[in-house]
């Protein structure tokens, strides 16, 4: 006992020092902070036809290419460092010819791949395709010095080039199905080095240092494997592997570290054999509104090159990004916003807000970065473990897999209520209430919902009636009265099955707030019962090419009786109803016995911590959630603002071309088929919008996905599907387990 006291308490000081709001966090934002400088292109107007860009020796060359109807169009440009000189080459290509791999020398020449192919389907039994590649060279003019042919003799007739690089003597080296060859300045082939049956010839990383890295994956570690590579031989040795997710990172030459590995998240810098990667940009820190930098080229230790697209104009931009020394940034009160992934939303408006407050700053703790290839679940854990242990970022981003409910009874979050009260600029009647609702707690609103999802069953209303809700007693009846060979729902399994009545109406058989549960209950042995009649598992031969040709008319032909939906907006309503059904439909939900079997799923959903020293800058962050100018953005789902979802319908019942809240015109066009057949479905009617909100507004069931419940009920009602037990007990046995974890987690 004495040890796992022991090992809390230093789980307690090790989250405390790492995460807390104290000076090291504060020191830690500027430490990884860039200035960033974008480049001026003024040749190229549409930013967005940059495909790539490299630098050599005192200049830059940007590529990227123009489609027209008739051609097509690669540019580059060339530009120095110093901006002393700026031009631009255009090389025109016809529609059957596409440049790949497009680079430059040392010299200022190009090399590319140049593909070509010829079509002609005039006569269907008489197909024409011929296709041809080759290594191609120009001057700096985009005039050809030479042109190679890349097919060999012998080799079948598909052929494709995995990549081409130009190696640090000069030569260039070509990867294909076949192997690896060599090609000197003039195009002469000098070694061709044969792939062997059982190895990839992977993508091809050269270090500053020379040395050459083969990167591909491997099946046998589930994760990419970096092997250095002998160029003249092909042969691999050594094989290093980057901590964490490798997939999760783009990989480029460094300076001062062998990689610089890029993540939604950063720039990391790597040394083959090293245990850990080292943090050197954060974008966050670095007020970045961008989710990821491109192509990164370092000029040195300090100093990188690299693309970007904004995320709030959209565009490309080719940036120059400098470290800030950090006596440079301007201090600031750190608050520490907790999520496992994060999303674009949160992303951009945390840059936002560090741009234009004066007094706080945010600092995002990603607890997904610590997830592994072998485990995605090592952040989750963690976050809770910190949870568990007492630590709470002042800003938490909800995740359904966490108990919050176990959270809110020990007193973790804030109540929100009294700040949205003294907000002058905000008034709860302005909302749904029955979201608002849904996240109370004993009267106290804990958690902040701006933007929703329904989860829901839908069926025709000929088949469940009119009126949302239900019990399995009645669906029974309903299937008593259909033909035999009859589903309920289309290729759902009992697992899936026991995760739907988990996450849609677990409500009824656990009360977190009194701890009481009833998984004793007669109504539990009833779902236990129903959900023996699913399948372990479908074998593949029972969804033949019939089944899937006449897979969306399943509904349509009452060969199926309900469907799992995700209500997320007026059109999705609309094109089931209109679409899958074809007929009107009832929100029915899942069969439940308080009748209460749909659920809010929240598209966000943040708290603030009880114990933040910082709860007014915390406040000013979540707040702008709540106003019109995020609840007027949201495109998908459903906005917390009433009045920002009346503007939604009254854009989905137009059947005109209009411009929407966001300056798009739109023409309405939704299309539902059947087979080969297009049914057209008409725009939304004024009685079916109000037909959604009438059931938006009664459903009051938060959705939640708790592992570790749906893991002991799985394994519990195992012996009864197996016929080893009866219901009775093993609902006993559920109950039993499921108030012992109940009573550890309140």
């Not at 009481?516 to 029972?542: M, V």
Request: charged share 25%; aromatic share 12%.
């Amino acid at each position: 006992m004495k040890k796992i006291v022991g090992l809390l308490a230093a789980i307690m000081v090790l989250s405390l020092t790492a995460c807390g709001g104290g000076s090291e966090e504060s020191k830690a934002t500027k430490e990884h902070v860039y200035r960033m400088e974008e480049v001026s292109i003024e040749e190229v107007e549409d930013k967005n036809t940059i495909s790539d860009y490299f630098l050599r020796e005192d200049a830059l060359y940007i590529i990227g290419y123009n489609w027209m109807e008739e051609s097509r169009e690669t540019y580059i440009v060339k530009k120095k460092l110093d901006g002393s000189e700026s031009s631009m080459v255009t090389l025109t290509l016809t529609n059957n010819q596409y440049m790949g791999s497009l680079t430059v020398d040392d010299e200022g020449n190009y090399y590319c791949v140049l593909n070509e192919y010829f079509e002609d389907n005039s006569d269907p039994e008489n197909y024409v395709w011929e296709e041809n590649y080759y290594l191609l060279k120009m001057d700096g003019e985009g005039n050809e010095l030479w042109k190679q042919s890349l097919k060999g003799e012998g080799e079948d007739s598909y052929y494709g080039v995995n990549w081409m690089k130009i190696l640090g003597d000069g030569r260039i080296a070509i990867a294909d199905a076949y192997g690896l060859t060599l090609y000197d300045t003039q195009g002469n082939v000098l070694k061709k080095v044969k792939q062997e049956e059982d190895s990839y010839m992977g993508d091809l990383i050269q270090l500053t240092d020379g040395t050459i890295l083969n990167m591909s994956y491997s099946s046998e570690n589930n994760k990419y494997m970096l092997q250095k590579m002998d160029i003249e031989t092909g042969e691999k040795s050594e094989e290093y592997y980057v901590p964490g997710i490798s997939s999760m990172y783009s990989y480029f030459p460094g300076i001062s570290h062998d990689l610089l590995l890029v993540s939604n998240v950063g720039v990391y810098g790597y040394n083959l054999g090293d245990e850990e990667v080292t943090e050197l940009m954060n974008f966050i820190d670095s007020d970045l509104n961008a989710s990821y930098v491109y192509s990164i080229v370092p000029v040195s230790e300090t100093e990188f090159y690299g693309m970007i697209n904004d995320n709030l104009t959209g565009n490309t931009v080719l940036m120059k990004f400098t470290k800030v020394d950090p006596k440079d940034v301007v201090d600031k009160k750190i608050l520490t916003l907790g999520c496992n992934g994060i999303g674009w939303d949160i992303r951009n408006q945390v840059v936002q807000f560090n741009k234009t407050n004066e007094k706080y700053r945010i600092q995002i703790r990603d607890y997904s970065q610590y997830n592994t290839d072998e485990d995605y679940t090592v952040g989750l854990t963690r976050l809770n473990t910190d949870i568990a242990s007492g630590y709470v970022p002042d800003i938490l981003v909800m995740d359904t897999s966490l108990p919050v409910e176990s959270y809110i009874s020990k007193g973790l979050f804030e109540d929100l209520y009294g700040y949205i009260d003294k907000d002058e600029e905000l008034n709860k009647e302005d909302y749904f209430q029955n979201i608002l609702r849904a996240y109370e707690s004993n009267g106290k609103l804990y958690q902040l919902v701006p933007s929703f999802s329904i989860f829901t069953v839908a069926g025709k209303t000929s088949d469940v009636g009119a009126e949302p809700g239900w019990t399995l007693e009645e669906l029974n009846e309903v299937m008593a009265g259909k033909p035999e060979g009859t589903l309920i729902f289309a290729r759902e399994t009992r697992a899936s099955m026991l995760q739907y009545s988990i996450q849609m109406s677990s409500g009824q058989f656990i009360n977190w707030e009194t701890g009481e549960c009833k998984y004793n209950s007669d109504a539990f042995i009833q779902l236990l019962e129903f959900l023996k009649q699913f399948p372990e598992q479908y074998d593949d031969g029972d969804y033949n090419d019939e089944f899937w040709r006449s897979y969306d008319s399943l509904w349509r032909d009452d060969k199926v009786l309900l469907s799992i939906s995700y209500l997320d907006g007026f059109p999705s309503y609309n094109y089931m109803k209109k679409g899958t059904f074809g007929v009107d439909i009832t929100l029915k939900g899942f069969p439940a016995e308080d009748r209460n079997g749909s659920t809010i799923i929240p598209n966000l959903d943040l708290v603030m911590a009880a114990k933040s020293k910082h709860k007014e800058g915390a406040w000013e962050f979540m707040r702008y959630f709540l106003m019109d100018e995020y609840q007027n953005s949201i495109s998908y789902g459903w906005p917390l603002s009433l009045a920002r979802v009346e503007t939604m319908a009254e854009e989905a019942m137009r059947t005109e071309p209009y411009e929407d809240s966001f300056g798009n015109m739109v023409g309405y066009a939704q299309s539902y088929f059947v087979g080969d057949v297009e049914i057209k479905i008409d725009p939304i009617t004024k009685e079916e919008v109000d037909d959604v909100m009438n059931f938006i507004m009664s459903v009051d069931r938060p959705h939640t996905y708790d592992e570790n419940l749906i893991n002991i009920i799985s394994e519990e009602a195992a012996p009864y599907f197996s016929g080893q037990k009866n219901a009775k007990e093993v609902a006993d046995i559920i109950q039993s387990r499921v108030q012992i974890y109940v009573n550890e987690n309140r």
